[in-house]
């Protein structure tokens, strides 16, 4: 297998973690349909929420995200 199909660890010079930024997406995501009129399930909004973030966390201590 080629070098070239590897995954390679970004730059560390980004500004802000990506888990940052999806934290603030998910959160406004989270106000906006508990806003709506439309039934969601706000536990598993949550539970899925918080396996993604520590998805993100772990491919950045990696280098990867």
Known sequence: MS????IKPLPAT????VTD??????EALF???RN???NFDE???REAMELALARLRQLEEEGLA
Request: charged content about 45%.
């Open 43 to 45: 536990a598993a909004y």
């Open 31 to 33: 106000e906006r349909r």
């Open 36 to 38: 709506s009129e439309e």
């Open 3 to 6: 070098l070239e199909n590897e």
């Open 14 to 17: 980004r500004q802000r973690p």
């Open 21 to 26: 930024a999806f934290a603030e997406y998910c």
